[in-house]
């Protein structure tokens, strides 16, 4: 296998607040190779966008950051504002799940790809523009030339995270970093996104990161996946590791809750419960408190994040008494 493209080892993030850190990201440590999509899944508030946003180092100056981000031979946490404004835009790129307030109201979205472009490249108005409206007809936006000149209210849901992926693609970033980015649409609309976002990364060569809470989109865009829960890893494996071999009580909870088409299953099973504070988090296991296999150990012991074969590995104490049931989706 290539080197990695991007390393993160050991990842911690924590904002500091009156009542203490909150803890958004513990000790989170995960590779993603040229070219590969690595899904990483899980409820709001698991540390998925924490640690997108740390890696684009678009975090707060009070933001506590510890840990190691290594991309593509760049010490991510060791460049000045200003080495990382070069990285971030041209050699990774992120696509906000909300383009409404991502993108600038008051400017054209053709203008908005045109800064984009000519934020890293000396390019004339020009050819940066024909290159915008190029962009734009790559990712589906119909009459392109005509919808560069208009303004961000002037487009639909679809259409403005159409856009936004124009953007992260204007110059042909090496990692691409997408934050839900079907968020809010339809489902037909949801399709056509995905198919958006994997040509642009066949006609790119680029590496992506898929964040999603939505375990059935991942099923046919991701090559592996990563699980994360109250803050850590808590699964990781490929698509047919995750989906039929999961290891992880949390992992096969999140697959029980998701609508059988097939009719095997009668009625959906929600976890119960809530996740737990990051500011006082409980002793042990985050998932302790909500998992229908926990013993006593689970509530004072956390557990690590074990291998179970080569590249699947599972957070839980009880990983050798979960066998694999086969088809849990």
């Known amino acids: 296998m290539t080197e990695p493209l991007l390393r993160v080892d050991s ?13 958004a990201v513990t000790d989170v440590s995960f ?13 709001s508030g698991s540390g998925k966008s924490v640690t997108a946003l740390a890696i684009m180092r678009l975090h ?10 290594d991309f593509d ?5 060791g460049l000045d504002d200003d080495q990382m404004r070069s990285v971030r835009g041209r050699d990774i790129a992120m696509i906000f799940q909300d383009p409404m307030t991502a993108l600038n109201p008051v400017f054209t979205v053709g203008n908005q790809i045109v800064e984009a472009i000519q934020a890293h490249h000396k390019v004339p108005d020009d050819v940066a523009w024909k290159r915008a409206v ?6 589906g936006v119909p009459e ?31 990692l691409l970093i997408a934050d839900e980015p079907t968020t809010a649409l339809d489902v037909t609309v949801q399709a056509q996104v995905m198919e958006v976002l994997r040509e642009v990364q066949r006609e ?18 991701a090559d592996r996946v990563q699980v994360m829960y109250a803050s850590r890893v808590m699964e990781r494996g490929s698509i047919d590791e995750i989906f039929y071999e999961s290891r992880n009580p949390y992992t096969r909870a999140l697959l029980d809750s998701i609508p059988d088409l097939g009719g095997v299953r009668e009625r959906l099973e929600p976890i119960p419960g809530n996740p737990p504070s990051l500011l006082n988090p409980p002793p042990g296991c985050g998932f302790a408190p909500r998992c229908s296999m926990a013993v006593s150990a689970c ?25 694999p049931v086969g088809g849990a989706a």
């Open 204 to 221: 790119t060569g680029s590496a992506m990161i898929l964040i999603t809470h939505d375990l059935g989109l991942v099923a046919g865009s």
């Open 299 to 323: 509530s004072t012991v956390v557990p690590e994040l074990v291998p179970v074969t080569d590249g699947h590995a599972s957070r839980c104490i009880r990983v050798d008494d979960l066998v």
């Open 11 to 23: 990842l911690g993030v924590g904002f500091p607040s009156k009542a203490g850190v909150v803890q």
């Open 73 to 77: 031979g760049i010490d991510i946490l």
């Open 31 to 43: 590779e993603v190779h040229p070219g590969e999509v690595l899904a990483v899944v899980g409820e």
């Open 134 to 139: 190029e962009l734009l007809e790559m990712v």
């Open 144 to 174: 392109p030339k005509r919808r560069a000149e208009q303004y961000p209210h002037e487009f639909s849901g679809g259409m403005r995270q159409r856009a936004m992926i124009a953007m992260a693609i204007s110059n042909e970033p090496k």
């Open 60 to 69: 707060a100056k009070s933001t506590i950051i510890t840990g190691s981000i």
